[in-house]
């Protein structure tokens, strides 16, 4: 089935640095991306939609200038962390849908996660 | 507003059979799905109904019924490695997912 990864899995960085977390889709194309935000014990926050050539849709709520999403090409979107605090530490997590595989199951295949801890 | 709600936490016996309740009040339906989390990791994909009625995969089942904005995920033969929490999502009129919390299940030899 289709693989997206995430990199890095962990990260530790201290308050006021940026960190950059990258979603690939290995073996299909995904014009759309999602990017997740999970806190202990509670659901996935959607936090933007990354669409591959354009600017990112943002959820209310979310930081653009914050959180940095970049979707060079149809097989990369980037999420940048600006100027961390220990606030911004959590899950992230990024999806993309596979549409090869039929726009009617519309199913989502994640990337590992990525677990961000800000000192 | 939008909702989902399913229960906080299950405990069950290995190798009995749960069902994981979930009910939703969304701005339009395109599909319900089921995904399992482990703790720490990313959610994996168990299900999807578009319609009515009960769609098995193995030990998992799930059924949906959308007049009553409601499905469930029916797991069998229940394994230690099932315990996991089990998060309900419906795709709403604008094709977006919204999540519920997810329910917490808890396997005891």
């Known amino acids: 089935g289709a693989v997206v990864s995430q990199h890095p899995s962990w990260v530790i960085c201290k308050s006021g640095t940026s960190v950059k977390i990258e979603c690939r889709s290995l073996d299909f194309q995904a014009t759309t991306m999602f990017w997740y935000r999970q806190f202990p014990k509670q659901s996935l926050m959607l936090m933007a939609t990354?669409?591959?050539?354009?600017?990112?849709?943002?959820e209310q709520g979310v930081e653009k200038d914050k959180f940095l999403i970049n979707h060079a090409s149809l097989t990369l979107s980037t999420l940048t962390v600006t100027s961390a605090h220990p606030e911004d530490s959590s899950f992230y997590i990024c999806?993309?849908?596979?549409?090869?595989?039929?726009?009617?199951?519309?199913?989502?295949?994640f990337g590992e996660g990525s677990r961000l801890t800000v000192l | 507003g939008q909702n989902i709600d399913q229960p906080t936490e299950m405990t069950a016996t290995e190798g009995a059979i749960v069902q994981i309740n979930c009910t939703y009040q969304?701005?339009?339906?395109?599909?319900l799905f089921w995904y399992q989390q482990h703790a720490g990791e990313a959610p994996t994909f168990l299900s999807y109904?578009?319609l009515d009625g009960l769609e098995e995969k193995g030990r998992f089942s799930s059924f949906l019924s959308r007049s009553k904005g409601y499905s469930y995920l029916l797991l069998k033969e229940l394994q230690m490695k099932d315990s996991a929490s089990y998060l309900c999502a419906v795709k709403d009129s604008n094709y977006q997912l919204i999540w519920g919390a997810g329910t917490k299940l808890i396997i005891k030899p």
């Open positions: 990354s669409n591959e050539g354009s600017k990112a849709t943002y």
């Open positions: 109904n578009v």
């Open positions: 969304t701005s339009g339906f395109n599909g």
């Open positions: 999806s993309a849908r596979d549409l090869s595989g039929g726009e009617h199951t519309g199913e989502l295949f």
